[in-house]
């Protein structure tokens, strides 16, 4: 069954560093998403990717990140300058089209930042 | 705005009882609706959606979901829980792909032998 991969599955980075998460949405998929979950919280929207460019974004998504589809199959948030609360676990997903609107998550990648 | 509300942080049943995890949403658009399940150190699965379609919708491990406009719910609900049910559940609203979706806050579900 078609899955969304993400890699690393845990990264640690020193405060002030640049990290990048990389994501394989679904292959037929034309929408692609990054969310994050807070240790105990709930997991919250951060922003969506359509036809090459940010179709929406919440306030979380500031200046600090940026997403970017290198290539066919890649869809990569970086942050930069991490800060101590953005550790959290970062979920990619991906929904094939308007008829199909439902995401599906990948496993996700725990940021820990030190 | 969109908003969902998920009562109960915390259910607890026995194993073969009903389960029911309740969740209330807002929405000024007709809705789509999402229950996802989340295992310990895993990702979101999902469980089922709604999409305009049915008003009862079934989803995978035998559970269902029954859309009431008029009560803004969509409470997901199991005949007979099973050890293996045991995680978080997320209630979801959206109202297109390429939109957010705005979880609630989850409720996790234990169940005892």
Redesign the interface.
């Known amino acids: 069954e078609p899955e969304v991969t993400q890699t690393p599955s845990h990264q640690v980075t020193q405060m002030g560093q640049e990290v990048i998460l990389r994501c394989v949405p679904i292959s037929n998929h034309l929408y692609f998403y990054w969310y994050r979950q807070i240790l105990g919280q709930k997991v919250e929207f951060l922003v969506s990717f359509y036809n090459n460019e940010i179709s929406e974004k919440s306030e979380i998504f500031d200046d600090q990140f940026s997403v970017e589809r290198p290539d066919g199959s890649n869809f990569t948030l970086k942050i930069r300058s991490t800060k101590l609360e953005d550790s959290a676990m970062y979920f990619c997903a991906s929904s094939e089209d308007r008829v199909n609107p439902e995401a599906f998550f990948g496993q996700g990648t725990r940021l820990t930042v030190v | 705005a969109q908003s969902v509300t998920q009562l109960g942080s915390h259910v607890s049943v026995s194993e073969g009882a009903l389960v029911l995890l309740r969740c209330n949403y807002s929405s000024s658009v007709p809705p789509?609706l999402?229950w996802?399940v989340q295992y310990p150190n895993?990702?979101?699965?999902?469980l089922l959606?709604y999409?305009s379609a049915a008003t009862l919708v079934k989803g995978i491990n035998g559970f269902e979901a029954e859309f009431k406009k008029s009560e803004t719910s969509f409470h997901l609900t199991k005949p007979s829980a099973h050890m293996s049910d045991a995680a978080e559940y997320?209630c979801?609203v959206?109202n297109?792909?390429?939109?957010?979706?705005?979880?609630?806050?989850?409720t996790t579900l234990s169940v005892s032998s």
Request: glycine fraction near 20%.
């Open positions: 789509y999402f996802y895993q990702g979101l699965q999902l959606k999409t997320f979801a959206g297109q792909a390429g939109t957010a979706l705005i979880f609630g806050k989850g």
